[in-house]
């Protein structure tokens, strides 16, 4: 309810400069009646809070493909992590530049090598690590099919 508070004053606040005093008492109380409403509601929006706490983070990845090994570089809670990945079978050559890392606990997920599996083409790479971390990022250029991928994937902290 801080927050709502919060969020609320500033609203006022920069209103205050844009309209009237008669439609910034309008808008108060419509704030006001808003946040007796969710006062009613508190308990189901605590149990969003709790769901939205265990959906995944997300950091945005570059990637590069050579020599057949796709090598990630991502910051990640103000920590540089590396991760190489290599393929049990070599796909078709693709191109990929910048992607999305979704985890859920940094500390548990990006350490070590871990197992993958994965699709890449026609129009995106797929990367899921055993343990629930994702890669996903759009190909620079298309490739015909989608291809199956598996291997090890190394993480390391810089």
């Given at each position: 309810?801080?927050?709502?508070?919060?969020?609320?004053?500033?609203v006022i606040q920069y209103k205050?400069?844009?309209?009237?005093?008669?439609?910034?008492?309008?808008d108060l109380l419509h704030c006001?009646?808003?946040?007796?409403?969710?006062?009613?509601?508190?308990?189901?929006?605590?149990?969003?809070?709790?769901?939205?706490?265990?959906?995944?983070?997300?950091?945005?990845?570059?990637?590069?493909?050579?020599?057949?090994?796709?090598?990630?570089?991502?910051?990640?809670?103000?920590?540089?992590?590396?991760?190489?990945?290599?393929?049990?079978?070599?796909?078709?050559?693709?191109?990929?530049?910048?992607?999305?890392?979704?985890?859920?606990?940094?500390?548990?997920?990006?350490?070590?090598?871990?197992?993958?599996?994965?699709?890449?083409?026609?129009?995106?790479?797929?990367?899921?690590?055993?343990?629930?971390?994702?890669?996903?990022?759009?190909?620079?250029?298309?490739?015909?099919?989608?291809?199956?991928?598996?291997?090890?994937?190394?993480?390391?902290?810089?």
């Open positions: 309810i801080g927050r709502v508070w919060r969020f609320l004053y500033v205050r400069q844009l309209i009237s005093s008669i439609e910034l008492r309008a006001t009646q808003k946040l007796r409403q969710h006062q009613r509601v508190r308990p189901q929006c605590s149990r969003l809070c709790a769901l939205h706490s265990q959906m995944s983070k997300t950091a945005p990845i570059n990637l590069k493909l050579s020599g057949g090994i796709l090598t990630g570089h991502a910051t990640v809670e103000a920590y540089k992590y590396s991760v190489a990945l290599t393929f049990a079978l070599q796909p078709p050559p693709f191109t990929v530049d910048t992607g999305a890392l979704a985890y859920d606990d940094r500390n548990k997920q990006l350490i070590g090598s871990q197992p993958y599996t994965g699709t890449v083409g026609p129009a995106s790479l797929v990367i899921n690590f055993d343990d629930g971390a994702t890669i996903t990022a759009p190909l620079v250029d298309h490739i015909s099919g989608a291809h199956d991928i598996a291997g090890t994937g190394s993480w390391s902290k810089e």
